[in-house]
């Protein structure tokens, strides 16, 4: 090949591989992560009663109120999304923004427009922790949002058939160390000697890893957790290159752990790097099964 057309095809190379990067990076820090996804599930639960075949839960994760995404409107248009399918109840598993901002009650106020037949549900997520659960619960209460830290809410229906939701506490309050999820043993156990024996148990947890704790108790039919953004980034081949401590086993979508299903949010904001790449934002629509 001659010297000039040997640099007409190099420059080209080079002008191809930037406009795709450029657009990749684009993509990635502006479409993907505004396209969310609607996941429907329908998941068998041994003990549900039948007063709750069909029953439908809406589930949002990490939404993550920070000063460079998530903000009212982006938030506002998310409700009518979840809304728009007509929950029996709402639940929100933690991460309601991304650290401390004295500014955070009107983006969070777009939460207050939710609308469920049995209302909404919450437990906190490690940034809520690090950002202080009292300020983040004072802002959160008056918009019709119930904590569930280390609490259960029973829902009844008629001949007494009983859905029990139950929240535990972040299990990462302190940033400096990890601690096990089998040090929290003890308290969800105290959970599960407080609930009803009869009618099926939903557990909140923010850390998905945790579902290795929960099944021991052979009392939830189904754990509902966030925290991973299911990676934020799925490269073809590789897989999701990072994901967050207490959340490297059940890292997005649905496992059979013992004889409990668990489900694992990807989330609707972001941490830094702010990029999303075939990890789409996600609400979760979940319709309940009796066998």
């Not at 909140?204 to 189904?222: Q, S």
């Amino acid at each position: 090949m001659h010297k000039r057309q040997f640099l007409k095809v190099a420059g080209g190379t080079v002008a191809g591989t930037v406009l795709l990067g450029t657009g990749t990076s684009f993509y990635s820090t502006h479409i993907e992560p505004a396209n969310i996804d609607c996941t429907q599930l329908s998941l068998r639960l041994p003990r549900l009663s039948p007063a709750f075949h069909g029953y439908r839960i809406a589930q949002l994760s990490d939404i993550h109120i920070d000063d460079t995404w998530m903000d009212f409107k982006r938030l506002s248009d998310i409700v009518k999304q979840v809304n728009a399918q007509h929950p029996d109840l709402i639940v929100i598993t933690g991460d309601f923004v991304t650290r401390y901002y004295p500014w955070a009650a009107r983006p969070l106020a777009a939460l207050g427009d939710l609308h469920a037949r049995d209302g909404v549900f919450s437990i906190y997520g490690n940034h809520d922790a690090w950002s202080g659960t009292d300020w983040l619960g004072a802002l959160i209460k008056p918009l019709g949002i119930n904590d569930l830290t280390n609490e259960f809410h029973t829902i009844k229906r008629e001949n007494g058939a009983m859905l029990h939701i139950v929240g535990i506490e972040d299990l990462w309050p302190d940033p400096s160390y990890i601690n096990s999820v089998w040090e929290y043993s003890d308290t969800i156990a105290g959970l599960v000697k407080r609930l009803p024996s009869e009618g099926s148990a939903i557990l909140l947890a923010h850390e998905p890893d945790f579902a290795d704790v929960a099944t021991k108790t052979e009392r939830f039919d189904l754990q509902l957790s966030g925290h991973t953004h299911g990676g934020q980034v799925r490269i073809p081949l590789v897989g999701t290159p990072r994901t967050p401590p207490l959340g490297h086993k059940y890292v997005s979508g649905l496992y059979s752990v013992g004889s409990m299903l668990q489900y694992t949010n990807r989330g609707l904001g972001m941490v830094k790097p702010q990029v999303r790449f075939d990890c789409r934002p996600e609400i979760t629509i979940i319709e309940c099964q009796a066998l």
